[in-house]
């Protein structure tokens, strides 16, 4: 068991471009979610997938944004046309299969910044 | 709609003394409730859960919390602070009827002084 990963770890980029972030989940976990997290505030959920599937989007997940998770293993967030309001920690955490007893484990995050 | 409210953004206490966190919470339907601790630089880490079964819950590195559903509370404490529990502290909560979406409260950051 490896824990969650993100990568990159840190993103900084220009107003205007996209970027994509990507997440690998705890080994045979169906259930993967993404939050969003500025200074000073808890995370904020994004949406989820159980396994490929898209289950849920917050009203947070603007039209600019878009995940995926095409096998069911990792999955992509990617931000087009990047705002500096998008300045956050992107989360990723992962579950084993979406029972209330699960725990979702989450990984460092990736630090966007966007000049 | 479910929210979290903290009460205190920031929270001093010295070593040995005892730790509380607060935690009052908003749910039109039964919640589960949450502590997370987040490490400088590090994911979050989950303290303890409750889902319905015992009102006081014990999690880790000696951490735990009571449901009081008359106060709609959940606070968390530890009966003396370790320098090592200097850390960001976030309470969450989920619906049963939708246990995947978490609302996270905006944290508590705990300083401990020697």
């Known amino acids: 068991d490896t824990g969650v990963s993100q990568n990159p770890r840190h993103k900084i980029t220009k107003r205007g471009q996209n970027v994509t972030f990507r997440c690998d989940p705890i080994?045979?976990?169906?259930?993967l979610y993404w939050y969003r997290q500025t200074l000073g505030q808890g995370p904020e959920f994004l949406t989820y997938?159980?396994?490929?599937?898209?289950?849920?989007k917050s009203r947070l997940l603007s039209d600019r944004f878009s995940a995926e998770r095409p096998k069911g293993s990792f999955s992509t967030l990617e931000i087009q046309r990047t705002e500096q309001g998008d300045s956050a920690m992107y989360l990723c955490?992962?579950?084993?299969?979406?029972?209330?007893?699960?725990?979702?484990?989450f990984g460092p995050g990736t630090r966007l910044t966007v000049l | 709609a479910q929210s979290v409210t903290q009460l205190g953004s920031h929270v001093s206490v010295s070593e040995g003394a005892l730790v509380l966190l607060r935690c009052n919470y908003s749910s039109s339907v039964p919640p589960y409730l949450f502590w997370y601790v987040q490490y400088p630089n590090q994911g979050l880490q989950l303290l303890l859960k409750?889902?319905?079964?015992?009102?006081l819950v014990k999690g880790i590195n000696g951490f735990e919390a009571e449901f009081k559903k008359s106060e709609t509370s959940f606070h968390l404490t530890k009966p003396s602070a370790h320098m090592s529990d200097a850390a960001e502290y976030f309470c969450a909560v989920s619906e049963k009827t939708s246990y995947d979406k978490v609302i996270f409260g905006p944290g508590t950051s705990l300083s401990v002084i020697p």
């Open positions: 955490a992962s579950s084993p299969g979406g029972l209330v007893t699960d725990t979702q484990y």
């Open positions: 409750y889902t319905s079964a015992a009102t």
């Open positions: 997938f159980q396994n490929e599937a898209q289950l849920e």
């Open positions: 080994s045979e976990h169906n259930r």
